[in-house]
C-alpha cells in the first residue's frame, strides 16, 4: 500500500530535550516536507526537499533541522525544543514540487504526529 | 493575517442539509486545490482548479473558482455523517509557494 509513516504518532516532551520524529514514504517520491498545523493558522511549512542531499527552508524553519540521506525517509529535528513547538506535525510526499508555475504535484500526508512541549 | 481566509469556521448540520463553504483572497492565485482531514489523519486532496471560473463535480460535492481567481467555494449536497471533516484550501501562488487556509471543521449529524 503506498503511503507516507510518521512516528512517533503522540510525543509530550520537556523543553531541551532533544527529539526526532522520524517521516518514511514508499512511492519513490523525490519530493518530501514538513508542515506544522496551529489552530487558526492551518498548515505553514518548515522545510522541504528536492531530492537527496537537497533541503531548504520553508516558512516556519526557526527551531528545526532535517536531512535527507535516503529517498525514502526525511526525519525532523528539535535540537532543544520549546513550548512554541508545541503542535500537530505533518510529512508529506510528491512526485515534484508541491506546487511551481507549472502546475500542482499532488501531495500524499502522513497522519500526523500531535507533539506537546511541556 | 491569513493570506486565505476560510468561512464558517465551523459549521454543524443534520445530514441531508446541503451547505457551502468559502475560501477568499485579496490577491489572485494561479490555482486553488481543496483538501478533507478526517481525525487522526493528514489531508487527502480532493480537487484542483487551475482556471478562473471552473466548476468541478466530485459526487455530491461542487468546487467553483471565481472568476477573478480570488476566491472559490465548495458546496455539498445532502451532506451524509462520512463528509465530518476539517475542510482545507490551498492555493498555488505566482510566487511559486503553496499556501493553505486555517480550514472549515464540518460536522454532519445523523
Known amino acids: 500500500e503506498a503511503q507516507v509513516t510518521q512516528n512517533p504518532r503522540y510525543l509530550i516532551t520537556v523543553t531541551g530535550k532533544k527529539l526526532t520524529v522520524t517521516c518514511s514514504q514508499n512511492m519513490n517520491h523525490e519530493y518530501m516536507s514538513w508542515y506544522r498545523q496551529d489552530p487558526g493558522l492551518g498548515l505553514r511549512q518548515i522545510y522541504y526537499s528536492m531530492n537527496v542531499e537537497v533541503t531548504d527552508k520553508g516558512d516556519v524553519p526557526e527551531g528545526y533541522k532535517v536531512s535527507r540521506k535516503e529517498k525514502r525517509n526525511f526525519p525532523l529535528i528539535l535540537e532543544s525544543p520549546s513550548p512554541n513547538q508545541t503542535s500537530l506535525y505533518f510529512c508529506?510526499?510528491?512526485?515534484?514540487?508541491?506546487?511551481?508555475?507549472?502546475?500542482?504535484?499532488?501531495?500524499?500526508f502522513g497522519p500526523g504526529t500531535r507533539l506537546t512541549v511541556l | 493575517t491569513q493570506l486565505l481566509e476560510q468561512s464558517p469556521q465551523f459549521l454543524s448540520i443534520q445530514e441531508g442539509e446541503n451547505l457551502t463553504v468559502y475560501c477568499n483572497s485579496s490577491?489572485?492565485?494561479?490555482?486553488l486545490q481543496w483538501y478533507r482531514q478526517e481525525p487522526g489523519e493528514g489531508p487527502v486532496l480532493l480537487v484542483t482548479?487551475?482556471?478562473?471560473?471552473e466548476v468541478k463535480k466530485l459526487k455530491r460535492l461542487t468546487f467553483q473558482f471565481g472568476d477573478a481567481r480570488k476566491d472559490s467555494s465548495l458546496h455539498i449536497t445532502a451532506a451524509q455523517p462520512g463528509d465530518t471533516g476539517l475542510y482545507l484550501c490551498a492555493a498555488g501562488t505566482y510566487g511559486n509557494k503553496l499556501v493553505f487556509g486555517a480550514g472549515t471543521i464540518l460536522r454532519v449529524k445523523s
Open positions: 508529506a510526499s510528491s512526485l515534484g514540487k508541491a506546487y511551481s508555475g507549472g502546475g500542482h504535484n499532488e501531495q500524499f
Open positions: 490577491s489572485v492565485f494561479s490555482s
Open positions: 482548479v487551475v482556471t478562473g471560473g
